[in-house]
């Protein structure tokens, strides 16, 4: 009886999962586009900043959908006496068709934030490389402004003059 509550339970926490899949699959997506645009000549960090507030209202809607099996997670680790949540420890105390729904589930997300994780590595480096590059270009706008005052002339500067109107 509990083994079949508990596979009914791990069935709905499958397809909670399941729900989860296409924001990742949008969240890769826009770190391919991130890629892509990091990768011009002329990165546009506007399309930059644009792409990353993309991603966090797609963080921002993960982590709501994650609170509600947050405490399901909680209460299986009780009901199963097991120490941490994941799907060996699970498998461990128990098998069935909710077990191996959850189980296909968690390994879809595992690839694809496997997925995301490298792209965001290679997308940070990249974008490391053009913020050096632009603190490179600042640093020689600033000394070429620096010369170009050193020569200009300060001959001229106005001096203020006060007129005593009572004599």
Known sequence: MRGN???LVFKRMAGGYQEQLPFYE???HVAEQQKVVLAKEEVDMEQIFNL????????????????????LKEEIKDALEIAEFNISNIKAKISGPG???LANSLE??????????????????????????????LKILQENKKAGQAYQSTLFTEEGVFIDYSK
Request: net charge negative; no cysteine.
């Open 26 to 28: 949008k969240m890769l």
């Open 108 to 137: 879809q997300l595992g690839y694809l934030v496997t997925e995301i994780k490298e792209l965001d590595q290679v997308n940070e480096t990249a974008l490391r490389q053009v913020m050096q590059k632009t603190q490179e270009q």
């Open 99 to 101: 077990v191996e729904a």
């Open 52 to 71: 990353i507030e993309q991603r966090q209202e797609l963080i921002v809607t993960l982590e709501k959908m994650n609170e509600g099996l947050a405490s």
């Open 5 to 7: 509550l508990l596979n």
